[in-house]
């Protein structure tokens, strides 16, 4: 572990998002991602008195415009800072996709050093923005020996997030992210991070050796119908993620639909609820939990639907069939 003194050695990744973003010239077309790490460390003073900074300027953009090619490539570059010394990092990124980035590094980064992802709600063009206290807190985080063996973790608005749990449950508040049903693992107070529990990391996943397949993600509604889950195979898609009713519910008519592709690409079953576990063995109606896990779905046990498809699509593009991704679901 690299140290200057006593500080642990932190690398500090920006990505861009509100946090990073201003107006042109002054101008009122709306903020756009323009800091970068070192800019965006400078902005908050005091940090360097409980760690040595690393910033690297690693992309600048909206979160929405991330994809798993940017990821793995930040997974593996923060493998390698770990391997030269450093004692944890943080990610600083937009908050549209923090749940999904997050449990990407959760999956992929498999030393037990801290990996922070945090961000903010408010831009700095307004009053009281939170990027400032977001980010020292998540370095405060990243340079805890208590958060070692966490996995990857979302800090904002105080809160520490296990990342397989988080989720943004807002449009614009500050105290957008929730964790269903675990809660916040932790805490910080006056500088210091308070660890309330601690959870079982999931197994993880190797770095992909080649691009990250198609995975689609298909949300049930009322009245729907199965056109969309036929198109899924044809369209190319090597895998689909459902987001059904309930505990694992979706319309009786669409459930041939659902069978037959079952039998070509790997379907998995989660939850548009948000909170809580795929059900296994309760309900038997057709279209039911025991009648789509019978025709081969996955149950995606408590993640959400865009969770289950970072996991699905990260197993595919190390090769794994419909046998590996069930027994993959089955051990979260």
Do not use: C
Not at 80 to 86: I, L, M, Q, S, T
Not at 131 to 138: F, K, Q, T, V
Not at 183 to 199: K, Q
């Amino acid at each position: 572990m690299v140290t200057a003194g006593d500080r642990p050695l932190v690398t500090v990744f920006s990505l861009g998002g509100t946090i990073a973003s201003t107006n042109a010239q002054g101008t009122a077309a709306g903020v756009t991602p323009r800091l970068n790490a070192e800019e965006l460390l400078a902005g908050v003073p005091g940090l360097d008195g409980f760690a040595e900074l690393e910033p690297v300027a690693f992309r600048r953009t909206a979160s929405g415009d991330l994809a798993f090619g940017d990821l793995v490539a930040l997974a593996a570059e923060i493998g390698a800072r770990f391997e030269a010394g450093a004692a944890g990092a943080v990610v600083v990124q937009g908050t549209d996709t923090i749940e999904e980035t997050s449990f990407v590094l959760d999956l992929l980064v498999g030393a037990p050093n801290p990996v922070v992802v945090t961000g903010a709600m408010r831009n700095p063009t307004l009053a009281g923005p939170d990027g400032p206290a977001n980010l020292r807190a998540a370095v405060r985080v990243a340079a805890s020996p208590e958060a070692r063996g966490l996995g990857a973790l979302v800090v904002l608005n105080d809160e520490i997030h296990a990342a397989r749990f988080v989720a943004k449950t807002h449009t614009s508040s500050p105290a957008a992210f929730r964790s269903a049903p675990a809660g916040p693992v932790g805490w910080l107070v006056e500088d210091r991070t308070r660890i309330a529990a601690r959870t079982e990391r999931p197994s993880g996943v190797p770095l992909p050796p080649g691009p990250v397949p198609p995975v689609a993600l298909l949300t049930m509604s009322l009245g729907g119908d199965d056109r969309l889950i036929e198109q899924v195979g044809a369209l190319g898609y090597a895998g689909l993620v459902v987001e059904s009713f309930g505990g694992g519910h979706v319309p009786s008519w669409t459930v041939p639909a659902l069978e037959r592709l079952a039998a070509s690409i790997p379907v998995v079953l989660a939850s548009r609820t948000g909170g809580g576990d795929v059900l296994h063995a309760t309900y038997g109606f057709p279209g039911s939990e025991r009648d789509l896990i019978a025709r081969g779905l996955v149950p995606a046990g408590f993640l959400t639907g865009p969770k289950a498809r970072v996991l699905l699509s990260l197993l595919l593009a190390n090769g794994a069939g419909t046998d590996e991704v069930r027994k993959a679901f089955a051990g979260i």
